[in-house]
């Protein structure tokens, strides 16, 4: 599942969506997590506090960082990979050391 098609329109829904890719998880780990397209769902937080989405963001992110370092701290048999296009688009509390530490860069040349 491509990662964008955890947002939803709904209140709270891509929260909950993110907390049940978590918990099912931790019910078959050892398991591998992989977030295609993390840019898009997990992205830099506005500096306006989230007005103009309703804090959408920063509840999308929190929950993502909340669930991410439970399963860091509990759980060694599970992996969590996310792809990015571009990582400086990622939010920074996302990329530090503990959470997605190892990053691999590809470039495509032509």
């Known amino acids: 599942m491509d990662s964008t098609s955890l947002l ?4 709270s829904e891509t929260e909950s969506k ?3 890719i978590f918990e099912f998880a931790r019910t078959i780990a050892p398991s591998v997590i992989v977030f295609d ?3 898009g769902i997990v992205g830099k937080r506005s500096l306006n506090g989230g007005e103009s989405d309703g804090g959408l963001k920063e509840r999308i992110i929190t ?3 909340t669930e991410l370092d439970g399963v860091a ?3 060694s048999s599970i992996l969590v990979i996310g792809i ?3 990582v400086d688009k990622l939010d920074e ?3 530090r050391p503990g959470r997605l530490g190892t990053h691999i860069y590809v470039s495509k040349r032509c």
């Open 8 to 11: 939803s329109r709904y209140f």
């Open 18 to 20: 993110i907390r049940q």
């Open 37 to 39: 397209g993390l840019d």
């Open 63 to 65: 929950t993502f960082l």
């Open 73 to 75: 701290s509990i759980y």
């Open 84 to 86: 990015a296009n571009s």
């Open 93 to 95: 509390a996302i990329i």
